[in-house]
């Protein structure tokens, strides 16, 4: 049997050279992986190539190959069990690490989840979610990097790099044309060859050429009328052939649909088990002679590479032997969270506030206390602890110098029971004796495969009873709640107060009882201090047949609503009196979450209200925007200084008041152009018509579009304020190189992202007026110069050409562009390419 020896033309790995003990290394790699292939029989190869449940695939002892576990991702290692009581670090979101625009920093963001996947027991972190910011509306929107395609692949290669260093893989996903959710599973994202290869696949090819990932994740979705699991011509040709990946090719779960169209697509593994497409399925079709059997080793052998390089095939040395230096995961996630916040309006220098002056600061906004610090979907994981806005600035402003009120509270929908909750589950047989209690930290069930309760099994547990007592942190009327599929029974303060079933909806996504829409099954009158107990019963529906086993509900609770105007009153009297007032406005996990797309941008509930009350009584009035993407802020020009925060992560609250108190600046540039309408935004439809997203705009999404049609945006793309100021100096090109010079004017150290653009002057071929060709970070302290050369790809000249299949440099006279922003040209340079 021939091996496929990795990819001969590649000298190196993450930007480090490869030396001659590494590729001696890769070479043993490879013979054992060639050596463990020869042993393994049809059936025991096809068996490899599914998933043994949720997360992981079956070990084979007899050639030494342990199971591979995967988890995601992208800001955290959840690890196999979905669960708070195996807690993770929560970092903040894609959006927030792109919006630092360091590969650096992303790459320490990997080697904190490499750590964190080790203690774990995880080899494959399911991440970084490289689709494109296309519309403002994907829902997973939070979880992308950028609009911009050279971005996103700088710092998913930074994050594929660090997760590597720490010997653990990667699966970059979603390749490719998931950029938006409604219909993912079957939506054909109709794409032309330019924008495909210029925009969507670039930050892929980018991540393959920079970082070597070892692994990808096929999408749900089509492209060009193919479901991407069986893709040929992209994963095949392009990713393979023309780039040379060499890594495992891993469905999005639940995607591989065909036997056959899956192995022949070049796809390696079918997630998750135990019922595939693959395993006995697999081995049926060699065996009927619709599938060669060295496709199936082709599979085999990159899975066995994989598990040679995390170290999964034992006597075999993994790429990694010697680990990065520990780091500490809570310092990190505040770091970064302050790295990526990015202040788009600061007047008069309202920012950073002076904490020590005895200044007073009326926080309002119910984010405030309970943050978003993380978008919905797979991306979660459950952080050991969770800073607030209240709880950071609490901690850093003297005694007495910070009020809260509510203001405004947009979560009007139930959500799993939480704080003021004590639950456990109770699994009891058909007979009702109990056999297995599990510790439940809030009201959401989500126990995947057999990851149930000690001596709870598929076959024995008939009901699961969430349990335990509630006490009240309002008085009012209090409504109660379930999510999920099947019968329940759901009792308060001791009477049965509902009973009823819940059918499956006409979505008939697999996942709706994870996104599903809540349902309110009772209120009733509770005081502030009280406890009460509560009761769900959940009768066990039979999921043998399913492709996966799981048992998946929840018990929601909705606390009082106060009046919308007496909430937002108490607020203005706060502000009134206070010397700054600070208002935390947030999307919610019904607005913004993998699963389905946004409708629109608007900020839900009475928080725009809130924001120009509050402005209008206090003219230090500062808007901290807790969303994973963009949203309308129409009173953005009303107020003293706009933050947005994204979701920043378990210590968010804690680098808010490093930032507002002025300890650090924010470090964040846009990584995608904030529109100051929904109407603007390049690309408003994301409902594909028949089955079909015609991706019509072509080139033209992100600044792209909004300079084609003259439109202004709120806030351009890369735009982002520091705490001290910038003077440009010198720019020098050439074709490969941007030499810029700078100095810091203000009074404080800083660092500045030094954005270089090309604009061709005149164009024979159909491009967008201008675009990023590359950026580098500088740091100086006050009054000092600095001088940074930037090296100018070549791709960034390139169009792609569908007829010659390859890349066209354009010549001709160019503009280079040193820049703040894309609507901030600080010095330009004239370019004659040949
Ligand atoms: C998501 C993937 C994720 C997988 C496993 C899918 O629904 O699209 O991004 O890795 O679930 O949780």
Redesign the pocket.
């Known amino acids: 049997m021939g091996g496929t020896a990795p990819h001969p033309h590649r000298n190196r790995r993450g930007g480090t050279a490869v030396t001659d003990a590494d590729q001696a290394r890769e070479q043993i790699r490879e013979d054992a992986v060639e050596a463990a292939l020869d042993k393994l029989d049809l059936d025991t190869k096809a068996r490899l190539l599914a998933g043994q449940d949720m997360w992981t695939l079956p070990e084979i002892p007899e050639i030494g190959l342990k199971s591979l576990v995967m988890s995601?991702?992208p800001i955290g290692v959840r690890g196999v069990r979905w669960t708070a009581d195996d807690p993770s670090i929560a970092l903040p979101s894609p959006t927030a690490l792109a919006a630092a625009w360091d590969p650096e920093l992303a790459r320490r963001a990997g080697r904190l989840l490499a750590q964190e996947a080790r203690r774990k027991g995880v080899h494959v972190l399911?991440?970084p979610?490289v689709n494109l910011h296309r519309s403002p509306l994907g829902g997973r929107h939070f979880e992308c990097y950028s609009e911009d395609p050279y971005l996103t692949g700088a710092v998913g290669s930074g994050y594929v790099n660090g997760v590597q260093d720490g010997g653990v893989g990667t699966?970059v996903?979603?390749f490719v044309g998931?950029d938006a959710e409604t219909e993912?599973f079957t939506v054909d994202s109709v794409i032309a060859p330019r924008p495909l290869r210029e925009l969507y696949l670039a930050p892929f090819e980018a991540i393959v050429e920079g970082a070597r990932p070892w692994g990808i994740?096929t999408a749900?979705n089509r492209v060009n009328g193919t479901t991407m699991t069986e893709h040929q011509y992209l994963v095949n040709e392009v990713l393979r052939a023309e780039w040379g990946f060499d890594g495992c090719n891993v469905s999005?779960?639940?995607a591989a649909r065909s036997t056959t169209g899956d192995i022949l697509g070049g796809l390696d593994v079918a997630?998750?088990g135990p019922q595939t497409v693959y395993g006995p399925a697999l081995a049926e079709a060699v065996r009927a002679g619709e599938v060669p059997e060295s496709a199936v080793d082709a599979a085999v052998r990159n899975v066995l590479r994989l598990a040679a390089r995390v170290g999964a095939l034992e006597g075999v040395p993994a790429v990694v032997e010697e680990l990065p230096a520990a780091i500490d995961g809570q310092a990190l996630a505040r770091e970064l969270a302050a790295r990526g916040f990015v202040l788009v309006r600061n007047e008069n220098g309202t920012l950073p506030l002076d904490g020590t002056s005895g200044g007073t600061v009326a926080l309002s906004g119910a984010a405030a206390r309970d943050a978003r610090i993380l978008g919905g979907?797979?991306?979660t994981v459950f952080p050991e602890r969770l800073v607030s806005p209240l709880d950071g600035l609490s901690a850093a402003l003297p005694e007495g110098a910070l009020t809260f009120t509510v203001g405004a509270d947009p979560s009007d929908e139930l959500t799993p029971a939480d704080k003021g909750f004590e639950l456990r589950a109770i699994c009891r047989d058909a007979s009702g004796t109990v056999v297995g209690e599990g510790s439940l930290p809030t009201g959401q069930v989500q126990w995947i495969g057999d990851d149930l309760p000690a001596g709870a099994t598929y076959a024995n547990m008939a009901s699961i009873e969430v349990t335990g007592t509630f006490l009240p942190r309002e008085s009012g009327e209090h409504a109660f709640g379930t999510r999920g599929l099947g019968a329940f029974a759901l009792a308060v303060d001791g009477e049965r107060r509902w009973e009823g079933v819940q059918e499956m909806g006409n979505e008939a996504d697999p996942?709706e009882a994870f996104f599903g829409a809540p349902s309110e099954r009772t209120r009733l009158t509770l005081t502030e201090g009280v406890p009460v107990e509560v009761s769900l019963t959940y009768q066990v529906p039979d999921t043998s047949g399913l492709p996966m086993r799981a048992v998946m509900f929840s018990l929601l609770h909705l606390g009082p609503r106060r009046d919308a105007d007496e909430l937002i009153a108490e607020a203005v009297e706060a502000a009134r009196a206070a010397d700054t007032a600070v208002v935390v406005v947030a999307t919610t996990e019904r607005v913004e979450s993998?699963g389905y797309d946004r409708t629109d941008l608007v900020l839900p509930g009475r928080q725009d209200d809130l924001v120009r009350a509050v402005a209008a009584v206090n003219p230090n009035t500062v808007v901290v925007v807790n969303a994973g993407s963009p949203v309308e802020l129409p009173w953005r020009e009303d107020v003293a200084a706009v933050l947005l925060a994204w979701f920043p992560g378990q210590e968010g609250g804690a680098a808010l008041a490093d930032v507002l108190l002025g300890d650090k600046e924010p470090g964040g540039r846009l990584p995608t152009t904030w529109p100051a309408r929904f109407a603007d935004a390049p690309v408003t439809e994301v409902v594909p018509t028949e089955g079909r997203l015609e991706y019509t705009e072509g080139l033209f999404i992100g600044y792209r579009g909004y300079e084609a049609q003259s439109v202004e945006p709120a806030f351009p793309f890369g735009h982002g304020l520091g705490y001290t100021d910038w003077s440009y100096e010198s720019l020098e090109v050439t074709p490969d190189t941007a030499r810029v010079r700078l100095t810091n004017t203000g009074t404080r150290p800083g660092r500045e992202v030094v954005q270089i653009y090309l604009a061709p002057t005149a164009d024979s071929v159909e491009r967008p007026a201008s675009w990023l060709a590359a950026f580098a970070g500088v740091e100086a302290g006050p009054g000092e110069s600095v001088e940074t050369e930037i090296a100018l790809p070549a791709r960034a000249f390139e169009i792609w050409d569908e007829e010659a299949r390859g890349w066209q440099r354009i010549g001709g006279t160019y503009e280079v562009r040193a820049s703040h922003s894309h609507g901030d040209t600080r010095l330009s340079a004239t370019l004659d390419l040949a």
Request: negative net charge; aromatic residues 14%; without cysteine.
């Open positions: 995601d991702g399911l991440a979610t699966t996903k979603h998931n993912r994740m749900y999005d779960w639940m997630m998750p979907g797979s991306a996942f993998e």
